[in-house]
């Protein structure tokens, strides 16, 4: 356990990362979602209100430097865990350190767990009567989806605030005023196309993003080869140990890859598909953005050729924005490899735009009264009271003729779905 105010390590002995943390929370780059001029929270953590926080969101997003801040700011008592290796008796340790502490100073104190997630059960029963009694004010930072991870009387006590990926403008930021702080001109080091690749490269991790400059800074020091720098895209492979892939997610890349994902799998060749899925994600990009995109495919390009393929796409966004990357590459890998090998059929994706075009075109004539919700109609037949389950009898607008929308294809599900049509309409209703 340790406690934030009990020591001061030399400035020059700590990590780069640690050295760039912002002095207050207006220095907290990437959140402004959480944290702007309108945020009631906000408002109340300004005014020294206190509340019960679990910080949910990536690696390297400001978590732990969001928590330092607000202890700072508010001239809070700091008490810092982590989840991996802090067992039950040092979590009451800490918890009754906090009790102490407010009875004996008068003054409040924050309980910083990290990574909270991996208490279990036990160990976060015990922190409920200390939160309780405002002993201590829980601040507990996870990568993973709380609902899942936290039980429900601990969660029903907290805030949860969703911390995402910081912006590349706003890391560029980070790594030029980690620079600054430094005393040095990061164009000496990077050259703006490196910087460019640097930021997308470590994916809204502000952590990773200044452990790699850290390197690279200090090798410019050393001066042993200046004609290195500044350092290019080839000599920041070299720095990485890694092949860059050339992939923008703002440029023709994006929509380029997206494009040949998505006809990979209309196209029924699931280790294309896989593929181009394997390089959109190794080039960074939103695997929610990938998720979302195979929902609408689910829809526009199965369709009820395989009525099944909706509520998976479905699932499978659910599972990537709950677990994030890397582990949900495995939940986007089954729906690409299922939605690709499935039947294919776009009739109803052509039946909806078919149906707007005609609504657009034609008056919207007055419906029918034995379809309206208001009282009964004596004249509205009751399919269910028929032996399949249908009568014949119009459904559209006395002025209008019937359309014809909906064409199932002869393929997959949709052939059932055909026949079905047809034997129920062959022969007269008793």
Same mark, same amino acid.
């Given at each position: ?14 990590? %780069? ?6 002095? *207050? ?15 009631p929270i906000l408002s109340l953590l300004n005014n020294g ?5 679990? %910080? ?56 910083? #767990? ?18 309780? &009694? ?25 805030? /949860? ?9 706003? %890391? ?11 005393? &040095? ?9 490196? @910087? ?13 993003? %200044? *452990? ?8 410019? @020091? ?14 920041l492979e070299l720095f990485l140990n890694k092949r860059l ?12 890859? $997206? ?15 896989? =593929? ?15 998720? &979302? &995109?195979? /929902? ?5 390009? #199965?369709? *009820? ?24 590459? $495995?939940?986007?890998?089954? #729906? #690409? ?8 059929? +776009? ?16 008056v919207n004539h007055d419906i029918p009264a034995i379809l ?37 294809? +002869? ?8 026949? =079905? ?10």
């Amino acid at each position: 356990m340790s406690d934030l105010f009990s020591f001061s390590e030399p400035k020059d002995l700590l990590p %780069l990362a640690e050295r760039s943390r912002p002095k *207050n929370l207006e220095g907290l780059l990437g959140q402004g979602h959480l944290f702007n001029s309108k945020s009631p929270i906000l408002s109340l953590l300004n005014n020294g209100q206190l509340l019960n926080l679990i %910080l949910w969101g990536p690696p390297g997003t400001g978590k732990t430097t969001f928590a330092l801040n607000l202890a700072q700011q508010n001239k809070s008592h700091f008490l810092q865990l982590n989840a991996v290796d802090a067992g039950v008796k040092e979590l009451k340790s800490a918890c009754e350190a906090g009790r102490a502490h407010k009875l004996e100073q008068r003054q409040k104190t924050i309980l910083f #767990v990290d990574e909270i997630h991996r208490f279990n059960k036990t160990q976060q029963d015990v922190l409920l009567p200390y939160v309780e &009694r405002g002993d201590v004010y829980l601040i507990g930072a996870t990568t993973e989806y709380p609902s899942y991870e936290l039980n429900k009387a601990l969660l029903s006590r907290c805030q /949860v605030l969703e911390f995402r990926k910081i912006p590349e403008e706003d %890391l560029k930021t980070i790594l030029k005023n980690a620079a600054k702080n430094e005393n &040095r001109d990061l164009d000496q080091i990077l050259t703006e196309g490196s @910087l460019d690749i640097l930021t997308r490269f470590v994916d809204g991790d502000a952590r990773r993003l %200044l *452990n790699i400059f850290e390197t690279i800074l200090n090798i410019f @020091l050393l001066e042993t080869d200046p004609e290195i720098f500044p350092v290019d895209e080839t000599g920041l492979e070299l720095f990485l140990n890694k092949r860059l892939l050339s992939y923008d997610k703002k440029s023709t890349d994006h929509y380029d890859s $997206i494009s040949a994902f998505i006809k990979s799998m209309r196209g029924s060749d699931p280790d294309a598909a896989i =593929y181009y899925l394997a390089r959109m994600l190794e080039g960074g990009e939103d695997p929610v953005f990938i998720a &979302r &995109r195979m /929902v609408v495919f689910a829809s526009e390009d #199965v369709g *009820n050729a395989d009525p099944r393929a909706l509520p998976l796409a479905i699932a499978g966004l659910s599972a990537v924005e709950a677990i994030g990357m890397p582990e949900c590459r $495995i939940n986007l890998a089954q #729906v #690409v490899s299922f939605l690709a090998a499935c039947p294919k059929s +776009n009739s109803s994706y052509e039946a909806i735009n078919a149906a707007m075009a005609f609504v657009k075109e034609n008056v919207n004539h007055d419906i029918p009264a034995i379809l309206k919700s208001a009282g009964k109609s004596k004249n509205y037949k009751y399919p269910h009271a028929y032996p399949k389950g249908y009568v014949k009898q119009k459904y559209w607008p006395d002025q209008m003729d019937p359309q014809h929308f909906y064409e199932p294809k +002869n393929i997959g599900f949709e052939k059932n779905i055909s026949d =079905y049509l047809k034997w129920i309409k062959s022969e007269k209703e008793s």
